[in-house]
């Protein structure tokens, strides 16, 4: 059974940083590629930031320049760095595998941009 933890939420004014952190276990965390997904009040959860077994990253255009992804596969843990945040970036943020199983989602962490 996979279980995953997603910590590092919270609030903080535009132009702020947060670094979510997410660790998972259940499952051979270090073959899979891991993402981060966030959905906003009244939208569709999205993906916005991927990263391969091998360390290849990929973003949003939404967030390209100011997120960066990374992992750890000795500590089953993927991470967000989040830079120059927005209020648009306001979301309950997930991380998953890519593609995200069903049964891998958390609970999120709330992240809150304030303008």
């Known amino acids: 059974q996979v279980q995953v933890v997603e910590l590092g939420g919270g609030l903080v004014q535009a132009g702020g940083s947060l670094r979510l952190s997410c660790t998972v276990s259940?499952?051979?965390?270090?073959?899979?590629?891991m993402g981060w997904y966030r959905q906003a009040p009244g939208k569709q959860r999205e993906l916005v930031a991927q990263?391969?077994?091998?360390?290849?990253?990929n973003y949003a255009d939404s967030v390209k320049g100011r997120f960066t992804i990374s992992r750890d596969n000795a500590k089953i843990t993927v991470y967000l760095q989040m830079n120059n945040l927005k209020p648009e970036d306001t979301a309950v943020y997930y991380c998953?595998?890519?593609?995200?199983?069903?049964?891998?989602w958390g609970q999120g962490t709330q992240v809150t941009v304030s303008s």
């Open positions: 998953n595998l890519v593609p995200p199983l069903v049964r891998g």
């Open positions: 990263i391969t077994s091998g360390g290849s990253t």
């Open positions: 259940g499952t051979i965390f270090s073959i899979y590629a």
